[in-house]
């Protein structure tokens, strides 16, 4: 089964605002990732954090990992039309040959 | 090349018949994933390959679904006796160790069965 439900699924907002997108899993896991996918294809790595951490940051986007609560947020701050895309979590469980995706949040920044 | 490389990038077929389709990871990386993606969907694993090591089908839905990959670099997913179900966006992906670290994706098939 997968791991990783995005919540909301989708979200539309104005160019400069923020965009916060939620991720829940349900084991222990090594690390968690988000991905951006633009058009349906190919996918593009954008940040990890370990388990052993509780916040990271990369240029515009800041992503928490709540370990307690089997939850990570990702927040695109001051966001352009080119952040026009899905994004998906996908944990990582030790042992475990797979990243386990989740179904996405669609993000739709309007200029 | 520099990325990861998907052959075709688009494939229609028919029902019953047979695909193939080809990955070509990022030189050096151990690990190769194929995923599928169903539209509107998440990812759903399908195998890995690390290095020499059997591979990890467990993912594989039937035993229409095979997949090797030969001197530890080129993929070929098989389909046989495709089925409508099986129309779906199919991703590879590598990576450069062993961990679960950073995939590099590739931009995929198409996979259209009429």
């Known amino acids: 089964s997968q791991q990783g439900e995005e919540d909301p699924q989708a979200l539309s907002i104005q160019e400069g605002e923020n965009a916060t997108m939620n991720c829940s899993y349900k084991t222990s896991i090594n690390n968690l990732q988000w991905y951006r996918q633009n058009s349906g294809r190919g996918l593009v790595h954008l940040i990890l954090i370990r388990s052993n951490e509780r916040e990271k940051h990369s240029g515009r986007l800041r992503v928490t990992l709540d370990t307690s609560k089997k939850s990570s947020s990702l927040l695109i701050t001051a966001s352009r039309a080119a952040d026009t895309a899905s994004y998906f979590c996908a944990t990582d469980r030790y042992g475990n040959n797979r990243l386990a995706f989740g179904k996405g949040n669609q993000v739709v920044v309007i200029p | 090349g520099a990325g990861v490389s998907q052959s075709p990038s688009n494939k229609v077929t028919e029902k019953g018949k047979d695909v193939e389709l080809r990955c070509d990871p990022i030189s050096g990386h151990t690990a190769l994933y194929w995923y599928r993606q169903s539209l509107g969907q998440g990812l759903e694993f399908l195998i890995y390959f690390q290095g020499n090591s059997a591979p990890d089908k467990s993912g594989l839905p039937s035993d229409r679904f095979s997949a090797e990959r030969t001197g530890g670099s080129v993929s070929t997913l098989t389909i046989q006796r495709t089925q409508q179900e099986d129309s779906a966006v199919y991703l590879c992906?590598?990576?450069?160790?062993?961990?679960?670290?950073?995939?590099?994706f590739g931009s995929g098939t198409q996979l259209s069965v009429l």
């Open positions: 992906a590598s990576s450069p160790g062993t961990a679960n670290e950073k995939l590099f």
